[in-house]
Structure formats: structure tokens, C-alpha cells
Nanobody, 122 residues
Framework: QVQLVESGGGLVQAGGSLRLSCAAS????????MGWFRQAPGKEREFVAA????????NYADSVKGRFTISRDNAKNTVYLQMNSLKPEDTAVYYC???????????????WGQGTQVTVSP
């Protein structure tokens, strides 16, 4: 079992930056690929970024490629999402999730955090 807690969300102006963190409980964190998803009001939850268990490979949605960076520190049981050049359309609740294998489909993820709100003002 893995429990996930996100933090770092907030209100930022367009063009600004935020870094989200996701702290995991349990000694099996390093066995899991990790992903970030987001959900805007009235929209489906969508894939943002993912990273393999050892950080050796990453994957990004086209909408965030070049602006967002996912990373992890297995010694701290934490995964990060560095978000730069933020746009109003990035406004959403951001969730981290854990899966046995790096995937882009939310249906492939076994454990989810409660989410953290990111709001980007024009």
C-alpha cells in the first residue's frame, strides 16, 4: 500500500513557476513508477507527466513538454513536478499517482493522492 500527499499548489501569475511535491509513505515507493495528472472543472482527468521507478525515463503530455519537469528522490520518497512558464490553461487540481509501470492512462494507476489546486491568473 502506498499513501500519497501532494503539496506546493497555489495561485501564480501567468509566466510564473511552481514546484509540486508528492510525499509517499511506505518502503515500496522506489518500486513504483509515478505520474502527475490534472483535472480542470468540467473536464476529464488528464495525464501530465510520468517517471519510471529509478528516474531513468520520463514522459510528458504535449501541452506541458518543455515547460514542466518531473523528477523523484527515492531516498526522500518524494516525486516533484517543476512547472515553469505557467499558463491560465494549466489551472487545475493536480494529482500524483503510483503505478507498477510507467503509463499515461489514469486507469493504470493504483494509488492516488488527494490533489493540490494550481491556479494561474492571466
Amino acid at each position: 500500500q502506498v499513501q500519497l500527499v501532494e503539496s506546493g499548489g497555489g495561485l501564480v501569475q501567468a509566466g510564473g513557476s511552481l514546484r509540486l511535491s508528492c510525499a509517499a509513505s511506505g518502503r515500496t515507493f522506489s518500486m513504483y513508477a509515478m505520474g502527475w495528472f490534472r483535472q480542470a472543472p468540467g473536464k476529464e482527468r488528464e495525464f501530465v507527466a510520468a517517471i519510471t521507478w529509478n528516474g531513468g525515463s520520463t514522459n510528458y503530455a504535449d501541452s506541458v513538454k518543455g515547460r514542466f519537469t518531473i523528477s523523484r528522490d527515492n531516498a526522500k520518497n518524494t516525486v516533484y513536478l517543476q512547472m515553469n512558464s505557467l499558463k491560465p490553461e494549466d489551472t487545475a487540481v493536480y494529482y500524483c499517482a503510483a503505478a507498477r509501470v510507467m503509463r499515461t492512462s489514469k486507469d493504470e494507476y493504483d494509488y492516488w493522492g488527494q490533489g493540490t489546486q494550481v491556479t494561474v491568473s492571466p
